[in-house]
Every structure is written in structure tokens, then in C-alpha cells.
DNA sequence: CGTCCACGTCTAC
DNA sequence: TAGACCTGGACGG
């Protein structure tokens, strides 16, 4: 599930995987899959990744062979080949026996064992797409992660840009200047920040330096109280840092929570389920169990284990991309499992009921 | 059964 | 700036 922060976890995954297991074979796509084929085959190659934004590289590198003869065989590749992923809405990757290939399973990367396992690419919607001897997107600017520097200059720079026209929560899904961002991680960093969605993104970024000069502070924490809402009084934790730095910070620490969605740190709340006996927390263990890209035991119950690290709950700060779009109710701090699904987007094909799913959440009534 | 919703691009009007 | 592209889970009747 993939923003920045997963497909970096995602290649991270690879590394761990396959790291000594040597791949045979040809590439083998899924007979549904639209994306390109992928023409490298070898007899004996490995597989390393890397990720940037929103994209992973898969690079196939074939392993020396002194025997010459096995070289000029046709097709037998010798040069590494370059795959480069974007994951859709639902792409991860996976490395598993053969006959545990996940359903959707769309791009297979066989090893030489018997019996063999397999990389695949998994993509239930086929959002995803794949590129054979890619490269970066031109277009997508520097990951918001890993080149932070390049990353702020890149948008500092550019500020004139009419991309920069729009509000804010709009810029910073554009790719070109925020790879890596997603919707979760907007809604969660103009939280953070107080920003309301929907003032100009260039008024927020103007008078930001291409230099963090926060880089060497550290990230202190203020607490700020807010008396107006009287029956409960919210509590914000704010680090420091401007928009853009939160825009590298926030995924990261995404990435070092090993993936497990947004977490909230301190008291989980009355109502923090305690073991996984129900079986919405079983269902909802299991589904965070598919996605995450950290070691599972097989049959090893995922919910009892005791991690040292503050266990936590999913904040989904998350506001719907039509909720934010048509509203700025993302100011309601802790939003729950489900995100407040709001109306459509054209209300009228609405019928009068209130548009709140049950999770039923804060969100006032549009304004509009 | 049906409707709505989902961490993202793409491209056609 | 709407759809289009997909599957499946959650929920309602």
C-alpha cells in the first residue's frame, strides 16, 4: 500500500529476501497483466532493489559464468537489467514457495532451488505498472525521503511554477515536486502543521529556505492547547520543522514504525483493543499482517506477540480525497478506523441520508 | 444481493 | 477536471 514510505519498505523487503538466492529463467508475466513484458532470462542471475518516491527498481544482475560456451546460448542474458515499478493502489511484493504464489501475482522471478521459490509482484487492482529497462520517471521530482536536499531546492526553486497555483493539500500529491507523498501522508503532515487545506500551496512555501535549517536541531516537541472546543480539550503534538521537512520526516518515521501505518504515541485511549479475540481484530490483524513487509512466521500469531515499541493503533488522521477537497474538517485531531466517508462528489446524486459511514466521525456538514 | 470505498496514476473530452 | 482502469472488503437490505 503504497506511498513513499511503503515502497521503500518494499525494496527493503527484496534486499532481505533474496539476498544469496540465485533466480533462473526467463521473467514470467501474468496471462491478464497489461504492463510490458519483461524479456531478460538467464540461467543464474540475483535480484537487489532500490526505491525512490514512488517507484522501485528491481535490478536483475547475471552472475559470472566462466563457461563461455553457456554465454552464447540464445537468448541468455549478460547484461543486469533494470525493472521499475509504481504500485498502484495496491501493489506489494512478495517471495514464497511457488504453489503459496498469491492470487494476483502479475510478475515472477524464479529462484534456482528445488523447490523454487518465487518473487512475484502482487496487484490485486492492476493500478500498477512496470516498466522493462526502465528508469526513474523523468517527471517525478527527487524522493521526498532519500534526497531530502535536492527535494527542497527542487520545490524552492520553483515556487513561480503555476503547479504551485493550487492549494496546498492538491500540490502535494504532484509527483514532480513531492514523490513519495500520498494521500494519508498529506492529510497527516497539514495536520500536524495546522494547515488548512485549502490556502494557496505557494503562500505556505514561500519564504522556506532550499536549506533545512532545522537539519541539525532536534526535533523538539511544543504542545499546544486548544481551550475553544470545550468538551474535549485537544491536544496537538507539533514538531518542529516547516511543511517541507515534515514531508521527509513524517515518511520516515512511516518507515521506521516498519510500515504499521500511522501510529500515535502516548495513551492509546479506553477503548485500544487488548488482544484479538474479536474477530474485528483478527480480520483487521490479518489484513495488516498481508501488507506489512516486515518477517512473519508462518501460524505465528501476529497479534500476541509483544513488541518492546509503544504499540499503537491506526490514527488514520487520513481524510478522504473528496472529503478534503470539499471541506477542511481534517482539524478533527483522531479520526478513526474507517475515514468518514463523505457524500459524493456531486451531491445530488445523493439521496438524503447522511453521508456518514458508521464509523461516524466528526466531520461537520459542508459549508457549501 | 447491492452500494460504497480504498495509500494512484493516466488520457480523453 | 471528470472518468477510466480494477478487485475485494465492509456494510445495508
Known sequence: MPEGPELHLGSLYVNKMCAGVVFTGPVRKSEVSKSPDVPFTCEAYRITASSRGKEVKLRLTPMKSDDSKQRSKAGQADQTMDVVFR??????????????????SHLCFYSKETPCRVLSFVDT???????????WQP?????????????????????????????ICEVLLNQKYFNGIGNYLRAEILFRLNIPPFVPARSVLEGLESEDLCENEKPLKTEIKDEKTSDRVKTVKEETGDLLRLCHTVPLEVVNQGGKELWFNGDPGPMAPKDLKSPKAKKRAKKTEDHDYTDKKK??????????????????????????EKSEEMVSPQKKKRPAARGRKTSSAEPAAGPEKRSGRVTRQSSK
Request: hydrophobic share 25%.
Open 139 to 167: 517527471d517525478r521530482g527527487p524522493c521526498i525521503m532519500f534526497e531530502y536536499e535536492s527535494f527542497r531546492k527542487n520545490v524552492v526553486t520553483h515556487l513561480s511554477d503555476r503547479a504551485f497555483d493550487r492549494p
Open 299 to 324: 501460524g505465528a500469531k501476529g497479534g500476541s506477540k509483544s513488541t518492546p515499541k509503544k504499540k499503537v493503533v491506526k490514527q488514520e488522521t487520513k481524510t478522504a480525497k473528496k472529503e478534503i
Open 87 to 104: 504500485f498502484g493502489m495496491s501493489g506489494y511484493f512478495r517471495f514464497t514457495s511457488e504453489d503459496e504464489l498469491p492470487k494476483h
Open 125 to 135: 487492482r492492476r493500478f500498477g505498472s512496470w516498466q522493462a529497462n526502465g528508469t
